[in-house]
T-cell receptor, first 113, second 115 residues
Framework: DAGITQSPRYKITETGRQVTLMCHQTWSHSYMFWYRQDLGHGLRLIYYSAAADITDKGEVPDGYVVSRSKTENFPLTLESATRSQTSVYFC????????????FGPGTRLTVT | AQSVTQPDIHITVSEGASLELRCNYSYGATPYLFWYVQSPGQGLQLLLKYFSGDTLVQGIKGFEAEFKRSQSSFNLRKPSVHWSDAAEYFCADVRHNTNAGKSTFGDGTTLTVKP
């Protein structure tokens, strides 16, 4: 299917576990983004990528790792999950970094117990 | 660094009434401003955007926004609200830096529509 997808949609994990959230887009967009959404904080940028093998930190990168070996995939890994990482995570893609719409995935609701 | 402020956390309007959601940005250079809408349990959908040209921009679903540089504002308006407009609305400034773009979102405004 065309578009941007995220998996899983819901995830419950325990503190200290590693968890990877997947993001896949079919438009061959250069830019991809990871956000977290928390009540009262809107969306905060975790990491973004301007192209395959190019990634950079956003506003709240601590505790997260990203990679982008292929243009269409942009996985986000929590190496050792903490309760403070309980959130809704959104992936987005865009054809450029300026002036172009970001297309958002449906989100992954992550709960860390 | 740029910032985006949405002063109103929650707004309630009656169906059929007009709506204005406020957004203020802070950055010296020309901003790249967007309004997104998020329905419950959904991702974000673009309503409209501005980065040059006519300062009054039209978007989908009957929304419009006006860029006012003197007030550093990009307020979203709709003349007559429908019950289906109940959602959360986000203003964003997408800034291009050399080879990468960074996004700054406001904290959002939740719109409730009374019948």
């Amino acid at each position: 299917d065309a578009g941007i997808t995220q998996s899983p949609r819901y995830k419950i994990t325990e503190t200290g576990r590693q968890v990877t959230l997947m993001c896949h887009q079919t438009w061959s967009h250069s830019y991809m983004f990871w956000y977290r959404q928390d009540l009262g904080h809107g969306l905060r940028l975790i990491y973004y990528s301007a192209a395959a093998d190019i990634t950079d930190k956003g506003e709240v990168p601590d505790g997260y790792v990203v990679s982008r070996s292929k243009t269409e995939n942009f996985p986000l890994t929590l190496e050792s999950a903490t309760r403070s990482q309980t959130s809704v995570y959104f992936c987005a893609s865009s054809s450029s970094g300026t002036g172009n719409e970001q297309y958002f995935g449906p989100g992954t609701r992550l709960t860390v117990t | 660094a740029q910032s985006v402020t949405q002063p109103d956390i929650h707004i309630t309007v009656s169906e059929g009434a007009s709506l204005e959601l406020r957004c203020n940005y802070s950055y010296g250079a020309t901003p790249y401003l967007f309004w997104y809408v998020q329905s419950p349990g959904q991702g974000l959908q673009l309503l409209l955007k501005y980065f040059s040209g006519d300062t009054l921009v039209q978007g989908i679903k009957g929304f419009e926004a006006e860029f006012k540089r003197s007030q550093s504002s990009f307020n979203l308006r709709k003349p007559s609200v429908h019950w289906s407009d109940a959602a959360e609305y986000f203003c964003a400034d997408v800034r291009h830096n050399t080879n990468a773009g960074k996004s700054t979102f406001g904290d959002g405004t939740t719109l409730t529509v009374k019948p």
